[in-house]
């Protein structure tokens, strides 16, 4: 599972610990290119870590889905790489085109129209930098002891 960082960690955390699935973050960010105003870039990080996988990108939200397009297609230079989006909140225009780019779009809730993502939450506080390593320590520490507790029989 990867998460856009900083919001979509702490959504990614709590579904990464309820399917016992590594965390991690995908870092892409919208540059302002004349003529291109959301391009998205990615850093490439993941060498060959998600070939032959299913990966769950997940966001707090999407508006635009700029950001989200450029992680599909970061993710997708991967061979036989499964892409699935997660994302809590988004208009349904933007999980449209972006179900036509993944493998799988689930959006819980997509109004229309839709001003921001924080006016969807009761609390949206900005996430700090500690709290990403914390909430990825965290779900490292709870596969961990999941797996652990698998090996030794208490699940």
């Given amino acids: 599972m990867l998460s856009l960082p900083r919001g ?3 959504v990614g955390y709590e579904i990464a610990t309820r399917i016992r699935a590594p965390l991690d973050v995908l870092i892409v960010r919208k540059l302002g290119v004349p003529g291109q105003q959301e391009l998205g870039v990615y850093r490439k990080r993941f060498a060959g870590a998600v070939a032959g996988k299913i990966v769950i990108l997940v966001d707090d939200g ?3 889905g700029s950001t989200m397009a450029a992680a599909i297609d970061a993710v997708r230079t991967r061979a036989q790489t499964r892409v699935i989006v997660a994302v809590p909140v988004a208009p349904p225009q933007t999980c449209r085109v972006l179900g036509e780019r993944a493998d799988a779009m689930v959006c819980l809730v997509t109004p229309d129209p839709m001003y921001a993502v924080g006016a969807w939450y009761q609390d949206f506080p900005q996430i700090t930098d500690d709290e990403v390593r914390e909430l990825l320590a965290r779900a490292d520490a ?3 002891s999941a797996i652990e507790a698998q090996y030794h029989g208490g699940l």
Avoid: I, Q
């Fill in 62 to 64: 999407l508006a635009t």
């Fill in 8 to 10: 979509g960690v702490p």
């Fill in 142 to 144: 709870d596969r961990r």
